[in-house]
């Protein structure tokens, strides 16, 4: 079965330090993988997509992730953070059958 | 707006009462979604729609019916409503889910509080 694991709960990061949010995949099958960001009281954002080709997928707001198969992760990382980066960030895969399966989540937490 | 809006965004309503959330989509998408985000924020798919055809029902009680009367639109009708029933529920929708680009888009949300 199809999953996501995501290692790290919460991350408190200073504004302008770089962060990276880790998430590991578990499937059998052909691997899409997502980072979604909640922002307070809001829906869900697509930040960024693996579906194939190139291991390093850039994203809105200067998120970028690396697709490792052969340690079977998807991290999120960003360079310098900003204290409107706080949010609660979601690793995604998807089954054949379109379901999104999320990972328990990370809040990154951005503190000036 | 192209959007996936969601009605009402808040909701609070007493133990056994019935409600509905209504999700509309303008993006032209076949397939729609209900997931719902518990107080601990994990996420988890509850029913999705294909072109007014249910294609997912990932063992929700039979209290909680969606119901689809064209593809822009996916309900949520939640009977004899529980206090374990308090949650977000969010409305996504995307292309069919056979394409390679099946980004999905979400609603606003609506949260659900059951007294």
């Known amino acids: 079965a199809q999953s996501v694991t995501q290692l790290d709960s919460q991350v408190p990061v200073f504004e302008e330090a770089p962060v990276e949010l880790r998430c590991n995949y578990s499937?059998?099958?052909?691997?899409?993988l997502f980072w979604y960001v909640q922002y307070p009281n809001q829906g869900l954002q697509l930040l960024l997509k693996?579906?194939?080709?190139?291991?390093l997928v850039k994203g809105i707001n200067g998120f970028e992730a690396e697709f490792n198969k052969s340690q079977t992760s998807f991290h999120l990382r960003k360079p310098s953070v900003h204290i409107s980066d706080t949010a609660e960030y979601f690793c995604?895969?998807?089954?054949?059958?379109?379901?999104?399966?999320f990972g328990q989540g990370t809040t990154l937490q951005v503190k000036p | 707006d192209t959007a996936v809006s969601q009605t009402p965004k808040y909701l609070v309503t007493q133990m056994g009462n019935d409600k509905s959330i209504k999700c509309e989509q303008n993006?032209?998408?076949?397939?729609m979604y209900w997931y719902k985000q518990d107080s601990k924020k994990f996420l988890k798919i509850m029913f999705s729609?294909?072109?007014?055809?249910?294609?997912i029902n990932e063992t929700v009680p039979n209290r909680f019916s969606p119901k689809s009367p064209d593809k822009a639109h996916l309900n949520l009708h939640i009977n004899s409503l529980e206090l374990g029933d308090s949650a977000v529920y969010f409305c996504?929708?995307?292309?069919?889910?056979?394409?390679?680009?099946?980004?999905?888009?979400f609603g606003p949300g609506t949260r659900l509080t059951v007294l």
């Open positions: 693996y579906l194939s080709g190139s291991t």
């Open positions: 993006l032209g998408h076949d397939t």
């Open positions: 499937s059998s099958v052909s691997v899409y």
């Open positions: 996504a929708s995307s292309q069919s889910p056979g394409q390679t680009n099946n980004e999905q888009f």
């Open positions: 729609y294909n072109n007014k055809e249910l294609i």
């Open positions: 995604a895969t998807q089954g054949n059958t379109g379901k999104l399966i």
